[in-house]
């Protein structure tokens, strides 16, 4: 647990893993208050929910070890029955229905944007935007594969993506200036 890393927890990584670990649960309690940011959308089985928002900036905080290892537990804690998924749902049901694909497509988000985070790419605004599309392309990708398997393949799109794209821009608008500002603060601070 304290490999070396260029993201920002690295500013406030404890010593021990038992000072660490109340941090990483911190995290995991982000994730599943952004699942209850959940709106059903009548349309579609996908709702609208902050998870990718939250899936975007735990992994650039936290970079790809940690991140991977949050948006894990994440889905054990659901699969396993707490209602941590979008809107208090929870079990393996959820996980083999039409939001599944999505869900792992969190880890796999994670993994990438977690990785490129530990390359640096969260002390940048434009890379960390580049980082959350690639980020959410993954995602989608993931999720649209998922969907494809309970509505017709012509509505995927109409279902699974679009609707969600504005949303998906204000997301990443948000998460890609909030990590690299706290770069630059610390950066001021440091050279006062």
Known sequence: MNT???TVYSLIRPATIWKELPLLIGFNLIMVASAYLSINLPFSPVPITGQTFGVMLIAMALGRVRAV??????????ISGLPVF?????GFGVLAGPTGGYLLGFLAAAYLVGGLADKGWD?????????MILGH????????????MFVPKDAVL??????????????????????PSIWKFVKREQNS
């Open 4 to 6: 070396p890393s260029a």
């Open 123 to 131: 002390k940048s605004y434009l890379k960390s935007i580049l980082a």
């Open 69 to 78: 290892g949050v948006m894990t537990a994440y889905l054990l804690e659901g």
């Open 86 to 90: 979008a809107g208090g749902a929870a």
């Open 158 to 179: 109409t279902l699974g993506l679009y609707p969600f794209l504005s949303g998906t821009a204000v997301k990443i608008a948000l998460a890609a200036v909030i990590l």
């Open 137 to 148: 392309a993954v995602i989608f990708a993931f999720g649209l594969a998922g969907l494809a």
